[in-house]
């Protein structure tokens, strides 16, 4: 999810032809977003919360509001980010970089209803925001909706026929609603596309898994074990696949070499029993 931080050329399309009592507002502002720039967090929080207080009332507080929240969000202060972002919508409720911070930021706390209307917001806005989309229809398929999910990927394949996220999201429906076949002929062309991905080639090795088609799915995860040897997914559903094979002793190897990669032992100790 994109983080999006109002920059200093966004602040001066802002600014008119200032009073001098305002020079040193404007200051404040531009202090902050540099400081903000350079990852000086905390720096640029005061500079932010200084020209706040200097003009409590000033229509551009809103990119301040929005530039805080973000610190806010980025230090895990999600409360005083979620106000923040607030603020600023109350005073420019149509912007959509900030609606995406708030949504990301419900996000983040798995608050997924309240993201989904900030996401709904954006849309009514931009019905082509396909980061938007994107994330409505992961929401979707979390409450279980894969008809609107769908809605959503179809969309964003409308506006960009090569999207791989959304690409790979019909995949995984398909492969959840066992519709094998529409979701290999998606992962199929996906892999044509991008032939070096251990990612997709792993997703297509789950769908023959589940389809307990065991060889396909052990070519596909000798392939992308081929492309990166440090994925414990893969280690992982190759150990499932050789249990189903009935070779324990392989199975037994590449459980214990997923765990080794990050792979949390818990979801596998029950399956390493079954390896002796």
């Not at 050329?9 to 400081?35: N, R, S």
């Not at 009332?57 to 809103?62: P, Q, R, T, V, Y």
């Not at 799915?217 to 094979?245: C, H, P, R, T, Y």
């Amino acid at each position: 999810m994109k983080q999006y931080c109002i920059s200093i050329c966004l602040f001066f399309l802002f600014l008119g032809d200032l009073p001098i009592q305002a020079q040193d507002y404007t200051e404040l502002a531009i202090q902050g977003i540099e400081a903000l720039e350079e990852g000086a967090y905390e720096e640029a929080e005061e500079f932010f919360k200084k020209a706040l207080q200097l003009e409590p009332a000033n229509i551009k507080n809103a990119l301040l509001f929005s530039n805080l929240g973000s610190i806010q969000r980025m230090q895990r202060r999600y409360d005083e980010a979620l106000e923040s972002y607030t603020l600023a919508l109350n005073i420019t409720p149509y912007s959509i970089p900030i609606l995406m911070n708030r949504a990301t930021a419900y996000m983040e706390l798995g608050e997924l209803r309240k993201a989904y209307i900030d996401y709904c917001k954006v849309l009514d806005l931009d019905s082509e925001a396909i980061e938007a989309l994107l994330m409505r229809a992961y929401i979707a398929v979390s409450n279980r909706d894969y008809g609107a999910a769908r809605i959503d990927y179809n969309r964003i394949l409308s506006l960009d026929e090569t999207h791989y996220n959304a690409q790979l999201g019909l995949a995984t429906l398909a492969q959840t609603e066992k519709r094998y076949s529409e979701a290999t002929d998606i992962l199929n062309r996906m892999i044509h596309d991008h032939p070096q991905d251990d990612l997709l080639l792993l997703a297509r090795a789950n769908v023959a898994f589940d389809q307990e088609q065991w060889d396909v799915a052990l070519l596909d995860l000798e392939e992308a074990e081929s492309i990166n040897s440090q994925s414990a997914e893969v280690q992982a559903l190759m150990g499932k696949v050789f249990l189903k094979m009935e070779k324990k002793h392989l199975a037994k190897k590449a459980f214990e070499n997923a765990i080794q990669l990050g792979y949390p032992q818990v979801e596998l100790s029950d399956l390493l029993k079954q390896c002796k």
